[in-house]
Protein backbone atom coordinates (compact mmCIF):
# COMPACT_ATOMS: atom_id res chain seq x y z
CA UNK A 1 0.00 0.00 0.00
CA UNK A 2 1.36 3.73 -1.19
CA UNK A 3 1.54 6.05 1.70
CA UNK A 4 0.14 9.64 1.36
CA UNK A 5 2.28 12.26 3.40
CA UNK A 6 1.28 15.58 3.94
CA UNK A 7 4.20 16.59 1.53
CA UNK A 8 2.02 14.33 -1.31
CA UNK A 9 -1.30 16.13 -0.59
CA UNK A 10 0.04 19.88 -0.41
CA UNK A 11 1.93 18.94 -3.68
CA UNK A 12 -1.28 17.55 -5.16
CA UNK A 13 -3.16 20.50 -4.39
CA UNK A 14 -0.72 23.10 -5.60
CA UNK A 15 -0.49 20.99 -8.76
CA UNK A 16 -4.22 21.23 -9.39
CA UNK A 17 -4.39 24.37 -8.51
CA UNK A 18 -2.15 24.97 -11.19
CA UNK A 19 -4.12 23.37 -13.54
CA UNK A 20 -7.31 25.08 -13.00
CA UNK A 21 -5.74 28.45 -13.65
CA UNK A 22 -4.03 27.30 -17.29
CA UNK A 23 -7.77 25.74 -17.79
CA UNK A 24 -6.28 22.09 -17.75
CA UNK A 25 -8.59 20.78 -15.01
CA UNK A 26 -11.87 22.37 -15.37
CA UNK A 27 -14.27 20.15 -12.99
CA UNK A 28 -12.22 20.10 -9.74
CA UNK A 29 -14.77 21.67 -7.96
CA UNK A 30 -17.49 19.72 -9.45
CA UNK A 31 -16.21 16.71 -8.95
CA UNK A 32 -15.10 16.91 -5.56
CA UNK A 33 -17.63 19.86 -3.86
CA UNK A 34 -20.68 18.90 -2.38
CA UNK A 35 -23.67 20.53 -4.03
CA UNK A 36 -26.09 22.89 -2.55
CA UNK A 37 -29.17 21.57 -1.37
CA UNK A 38 -32.14 21.29 -3.49
CA UNK A 39 -34.34 24.86 -1.98
CA UNK A 40 -37.66 24.07 -1.77
CA UNK A 41 -40.71 26.25 -1.00
CA UNK A 42 -41.97 26.99 1.94
CA UNK A 43 -45.13 25.43 3.47
CA UNK A 44 -47.97 27.49 2.25
CA UNK A 45 -51.11 27.85 4.78
CA UNK A 46 -53.79 25.71 4.19
CA UNK A 47 -56.15 26.47 2.14
CA UNK A 48 -59.71 27.61 3.62
CA UNK A 49 -62.39 25.79 3.40
CA UNK A 50 -65.15 27.45 3.83
CA UNK A 51 -68.22 27.18 1.83
CA UNK A 52 -68.76 29.49 -1.21
CA UNK A 53 -72.03 30.42 -3.40
CA UNK A 54 -73.78 28.30 -5.14
CA UNK A 55 -76.42 28.38 -8.31
CA UNK A 56 -79.45 26.14 -8.10
CA UNK A 57 -80.26 26.58 -11.50
CA UNK A 58 -83.87 25.18 -10.66
CA UNK A 59 -84.66 27.81 -8.01
CA UNK A 60 -85.41 31.52 -8.30
CA UNK A 61 -82.77 33.95 -8.00
CA UNK A 62 -84.78 35.46 -4.56
CA UNK A 63 -85.42 32.58 -2.68
CA UNK A 64 -88.47 32.66 0.08
CA UNK A 65 -88.43 28.70 0.47
CA UNK A 66 -87.01 25.14 -0.37
CA UNK A 67 -88.72 21.83 -1.77
CA UNK A 68 -92.04 21.53 -0.22
CA UNK A 69 -91.84 18.11 -1.20
CA UNK A 70 -89.15 16.88 2.60
CA UNK A 71 -89.43 17.35 5.10
CA UNK A 72 -86.60 19.75 5.84
CA UNK A 73 -86.78 23.12 7.36
CA UNK A 74 -84.09 26.20 7.55
CA UNK A 75 -83.32 28.22 10.36
CA UNK A 76 -82.21 31.93 9.43
CA UNK A 77 -80.78 34.40 11.97
CA UNK A 78 -79.74 37.91 11.53
CA UNK A 79 -76.03 38.10 12.99
CA UNK A 80 -75.87 41.10 15.00
CA UNK A 81 -76.29 41.80 18.66
CA UNK A 82 -74.54 40.41 21.91
CA UNK A 83 -72.26 37.44 21.44
CA UNK A 84 -73.27 36.14 24.22
CA UNK A 85 -76.59 35.51 23.16
CA UNK A 86 -75.38 34.58 20.00
CA UNK A 87 -73.54 31.57 20.93
CA UNK A 88 -76.18 30.28 23.41
CA UNK A 89 -78.49 30.03 20.67
CA UNK A 90 -75.72 28.18 18.53
CA UNK A 91 -75.12 25.52 21.33
CA UNK A 92 -78.73 25.36 21.76
CA UNK A 93 -79.06 24.55 17.71
CA UNK A 94 -76.09 21.90 18.23
CA UNK A 95 -77.84 20.46 21.06
CA UNK A 96 -80.55 19.55 19.06
CA UNK A 97 -78.52 18.11 16.35
CA UNK A 98 -80.08 21.53 13.88
CA UNK A 99 -77.95 23.38 11.32
CA UNK A 100 -78.83 27.00 11.09
CA UNK A 101 -77.76 30.13 8.91
CA UNK A 102 -76.80 33.22 10.24
CA UNK A 103 -76.59 36.38 7.83
CA UNK A 104 -73.76 38.40 9.75
CA UNK A 105 -73.62 42.14 9.55
CA UNK A 106 -70.04 43.43 8.68
CA UNK A 107 -69.55 45.58 11.59
CA UNK A 108 -70.50 42.97 14.17
CA UNK A 109 -68.24 40.65 12.56
CA UNK A 110 -65.75 43.78 12.93
CA UNK A 111 -66.42 44.02 16.74
CA UNK A 112 -66.37 39.96 17.32
CA UNK A 113 -64.35 38.06 14.62
CA UNK A 114 -64.12 34.97 15.74
CA UNK A 115 -67.48 34.34 15.92
CA UNK A 116 -67.24 33.61 12.04
CA UNK A 117 -65.00 30.06 12.72
CA UNK A 118 -67.42 29.45 15.53
CA UNK A 119 -70.56 29.62 13.38
CA UNK A 120 -69.06 27.31 10.26
CA UNK A 121 -67.06 24.89 13.07
CA UNK A 122 -70.29 24.21 14.15
CA UNK A 123 -71.69 22.99 10.70
CA UNK A 124 -73.66 26.12 10.03
CA UNK A 125 -73.39 28.38 6.87
CA UNK A 126 -72.34 31.78 7.06
CA UNK A 127 -73.86 34.72 5.19
CA UNK A 128 -73.60 38.36 3.96
CA UNK A 129 -76.30 41.09 6.04
CA UNK A 130 -74.80 44.06 4.06
CA UNK A 131 -71.99 46.30 6.29
CA UNK A 132 -74.56 48.43 8.75
CA UNK A 133 -78.16 46.65 8.13
CA UNK A 134 -79.25 50.16 6.91
CA UNK A 135 -82.55 49.98 4.73
CA UNK A 136 -80.50 49.06 1.41
CA UNK A 137 -83.33 49.25 -1.10
CA UNK A 138 -83.69 52.99 -0.18
CA UNK A 139 -80.07 53.73 -0.99
CA UNK A 140 -78.26 54.89 -4.29
CA UNK A 141 -76.44 52.66 -6.17
CA UNK A 142 -73.35 53.11 -5.17
CA UNK A 143 -73.74 53.16 -1.33
CA UNK A 144 -75.70 49.96 -1.84
CA UNK A 145 -73.65 48.46 -3.70
CA UNK A 146 -70.42 49.35 -0.88
CA UNK A 147 -73.06 47.70 1.71
CA UNK A 148 -72.72 44.47 0.30
CA UNK A 149 -69.16 44.35 -0.88
CA UNK A 150 -67.63 45.97 2.28
CA UNK A 151 -69.29 42.89 4.07
CA UNK A 152 -68.21 40.36 1.65
CA UNK A 153 -64.82 41.54 2.11
CA UNK A 154 -64.90 41.18 5.63
CA UNK A 155 -66.03 37.31 5.48
CA UNK A 156 -63.71 36.55 2.73
CA UNK A 157 -60.51 37.95 5.25
CA UNK A 158 -61.91 36.44 8.01
CA UNK A 159 -63.20 32.82 6.36
CA UNK A 160 -61.80 32.58 2.97
CA UNK A 161 -65.39 33.20 1.39
CA UNK A 162 -67.32 35.92 0.70
CA UNK A 163 -69.76 33.83 2.63
CA UNK A 164 -73.04 31.36 0.59
CA UNK A 165 -75.78 33.79 1.05
CA UNK A 166 -77.08 37.38 0.67
CA UNK A 167 -80.12 38.79 2.44
CA UNK A 168 -80.67 42.41 2.35
CA UNK A 169 -81.04 44.58 5.58
CA UNK A 170 -84.36 45.82 7.33
CA UNK A 171 -86.13 44.17 4.34
CA UNK A 172 -88.00 40.84 3.54
CA UNK A 173 -87.48 41.09 -0.20
CA UNK A 174 -84.56 42.95 -2.39
CA UNK A 175 -85.13 45.75 -4.63
CA UNK A 176 -83.95 44.61 -8.67
CA UNK A 177 -81.43 46.60 -8.02
CA UNK A 178 -80.40 45.03 -5.43
CA UNK A 179 -80.51 41.71 -6.66
CA UNK A 180 -78.76 42.97 -9.37
CA UNK A 181 -75.97 44.37 -7.03
CA UNK A 182 -75.77 40.96 -5.03
CA UNK A 183 -74.97 39.30 -8.31
CA UNK A 184 -72.55 41.12 -9.29
CA UNK A 185 -70.73 40.53 -5.81
CA UNK A 186 -70.92 37.30 -6.38
CA UNK A 187 -73.80 35.80 -5.18
CA UNK A 188 -76.44 33.89 -7.44
CA UNK A 189 -79.58 34.08 -5.29
CA UNK A 190 -80.74 36.56 -2.52
CA UNK A 191 -82.27 35.09 0.31
CA UNK A 192 -85.63 35.64 1.86
CA UNK A 193 -87.98 33.67 3.96
CA UNK A 194 -91.25 32.70 4.05
CA UNK A 195 -91.93 32.78 8.18
CA UNK A 196 -91.19 35.79 9.94
CA UNK A 197 -90.70 34.96 13.74
CA UNK A 198 -91.36 38.32 14.61
CA UNK A 199 -88.34 37.81 17.41
CA UNK A 200 -87.09 41.74 17.03
CA UNK A 201 -90.27 43.21 18.24
CA UNK A 202 -89.58 41.05 21.62
CA UNK A 203 -93.28 39.77 22.05
CA UNK A 204 -92.01 37.47 24.59
CA UNK A 205 -90.93 33.75 24.11
CA UNK A 206 -94.36 32.03 23.64
CA UNK A 207 -95.42 34.29 20.76
CA UNK A 208 -92.07 33.67 19.50
CA UNK A 209 -92.85 30.02 19.21
CA UNK A 210 -96.55 29.97 18.56
CA UNK A 211 -95.33 32.27 15.04
CA UNK A 212 -92.62 30.16 13.61
CA UNK A 213 -94.63 26.69 14.51
CA UNK A 214 -97.96 27.47 13.14
CA UNK A 215 -96.66 28.88 10.14
CA UNK A 216 -93.81 26.49 9.33
CA UNK A 217 -93.83 23.97 6.74
CA UNK A 218 -92.41 21.54 4.33
CA UNK A 219 -89.35 23.77 3.05
CA UNK A 220 -90.01 26.82 4.98
CA UNK A 221 -87.28 29.41 5.97
CA UNK A 222 -87.70 31.13 8.92
CA UNK A 223 -85.89 34.95 9.73
CA UNK A 224 -84.82 35.11 13.43
CA UNK A 225 -82.24 37.28 14.80
CA UNK A 226 -79.00 36.89 17.25
CA UNK A 227 -79.64 39.56 20.37
CA UNK A 228 -82.87 38.90 21.45
CA UNK A 229 -83.88 36.95 24.96
CA UNK A 230 -86.84 35.93 23.36
CA UNK A 231 -85.65 34.20 20.66
CA UNK A 232 -82.78 31.95 23.07
CA UNK A 233 -85.56 31.04 25.27
CA UNK A 234 -88.32 29.99 22.31
CA UNK A 235 -86.07 27.97 20.85
CA UNK A 236 -85.67 25.02 22.95
CA UNK A 237 -89.49 24.81 22.37
CA UNK A 238 -89.62 24.76 18.44
CA UNK A 239 -86.62 22.70 18.03
CA UNK A 240 -88.45 20.22 20.45
CA UNK A 241 -92.07 20.37 18.08
CA UNK A 242 -90.11 20.16 14.72
CA UNK A 243 -88.08 16.91 16.39
CA UNK A 244 -91.86 16.02 17.04
CA UNK A 245 -93.04 16.73 13.74
CA UNK A 246 -90.81 15.02 11.88
CA UNK A 247 -88.99 18.53 10.58
CA UNK A 248 -85.09 18.66 10.44
CA UNK A 249 -83.58 22.28 10.89
CA UNK A 250 -80.78 22.41 8.09
CA UNK A 251 -78.96 25.25 6.64
CA UNK A 252 -80.62 26.93 3.54
CA UNK A 253 -77.06 24.98 1.46
CA UNK A 254 -78.57 21.34 2.76
CA UNK A 255 -82.43 22.62 2.40
CA UNK A 256 -81.98 23.65 -1.66
CA UNK A 257 -79.37 20.63 -2.41
Known sequence: MVRVTTTDRRTALRT???????????????????????????????????????HFPAHPTQLTHGPRTHPRIALTFHGAGNPTTAQALLTEAERHGAHITVLAVGT???????????ILDGGHDLGNHTLNHRDINAMPEAEARAEITACATRLKRLTGSIGTWFRPSRAARASPLVTRLAQDAGYPHVLSYDVDSLDFTSPGAPAVTRKVLGEIRNGS???L?????????????????????GLRAVTTTELLS
Open 16 to 54: AAALVATGTLTNLTTSCTPRPATAHPAPTAPTPTAPTPR
Open 108 to 118: WLDAHPALAHR
Open 221 to 223: VVS
Open 225 to 245: HFGYADTVAALPAVLEELDRR
